[in-house]
């Protein structure tokens, strides 16, 4: 079956750095874009970094500077390096893809990782 999923998470210090990695497997055709989401406890969901397929990135505004989001179209996989941690950041981050399953349409089908933990904490 179709499956993403995230690994990376943790418990690091103020100012420390961490990276997630998302794999996606299973019948896939192609993949789009690919992302990462985070939710804290009491929040709303929120988009923290995307990557385009042709490699173009969109931020959030509190992790600008911080965040990079790369992918490897070989692997299938897409990574989020994060520096500089804050206790905000703390919160279960969300692996997401665009996947394209069958090869002769168009139609591409949201799929989402179980998260991983990110705490945040000295």
């Known amino acids: 079956q179709v499956q993403l999923v995230e690994s990376g998470g943790g418990l690091v210090q103020p100012g420390g750095s961490l990276r997630l990695s998302c794999a996606a497997s299973g019948s896939i055709f192609s993949i789009n874009a690919m992302g990462w989401y985070r939710q804290a406890p009491g929040k709303e969901r929120e988009l923290v970094a995307a990557i385009t397929g042709g490699g173009s990135t969109n931020y959030a505004d509190s992790v600008k500077g911080r965040f990079t989001i790369s992918r490897d179209n070989a692997k299938n996989t897409v990574y989020l390096q994060m520096n500089s941690l804050k206790p905000e950041d703390t919160a279960v981050y969300l692996c997401?893809?665009?996947?394209?399953?069958?090869?002769?349409?168009?139609?591409?089908?949201?799929?989402w990782g179980q998260g991983t933990q990110v705490t945040v904490s000295s």
């Open positions: 997401n893809a665009d996947l394209q399953i069958l090869s002769y349409t168009r139609i591409y089908n949201r799929y």
